[in-house]
């Protein structure tokens, strides 16, 4: 969600440690036992929205419904449910969030998991296993596609678009 968040404020250079911590120490790279600060360093990063549409519309149903109505009609935008199977489905709900079962009509299903590797700590599945996911799911990839995506707080949200970001579709 970090990548997610300095993209939004347009930082220029934004990198991801697939795997995490434990991958980075599996691979047997250097480790510090003591903590240290580092230096201060002036930066001329000066934040502002660079992808307004990267928002999170946490509660704010209404603005998703014009959203989704405002692009019903426009060629080549898709709507894309990032959560588990069985709430796409109306099976299950979680909690409060997800007060009504289902999704929204014409939506895609593109479980966030997919691009996570199958083991704890494994980091981020292939480029080619993540296109093979979307084209599984029957979600054609191509910069002048749209896609409308969300799930139940905005956090998994952010996993799909970054693999968006990953295969080359611009955020722009």
């Known amino acids: 969600r970090l990548w997610w968040a300095l993209m939004l404020y347009g930082h220029p250079d934004v990198r991801v440690l697939d795997g995490g911590f434990a991958g980075w120490q599996r691979e047997s790279r250097p480790v510090e036992e003591d903590i240290s600060i580092p230096p201060k360093k002036n930066s001329a990063f000066q934040p502002s929205i660079k992808f307004p549409f990267l928002r999170t519309e946490v509660g704010e149903v209404e603005h998703i419904l014009q959203l989704v109505e405002e692009h019903k009609d426009v060629p080549r935008t898709f709507i894309v449910d990032v959560r588990p199977p069985a709430q796409f489905q109306g099976k299950e709900k979680r ?24 083991s704890e700590n494994q980091g981020f599945v292939s480029a ?11 979600l054609p990839l191509g910069k002048d596609n749209r896609y409308l995506v969300y799930c139940n707080g905005g956090i998994a949200s952010t996993l799909v678009i970054f693999a968006l970001w990953h295969l080359g579709v611009p955020l722009a």
């Open 95 to 118: 909690g409060q969030i997800d007060c009504v079962a289902g999704h929204i009509p014409n939506a895609i299903n593109v479980p966030c998991g997919l691009f996570m590797g199958k």
């Open 128 to 138: 080619e296993e993540m296109l093979q996911s979307f084209e599984k799911k029957g």
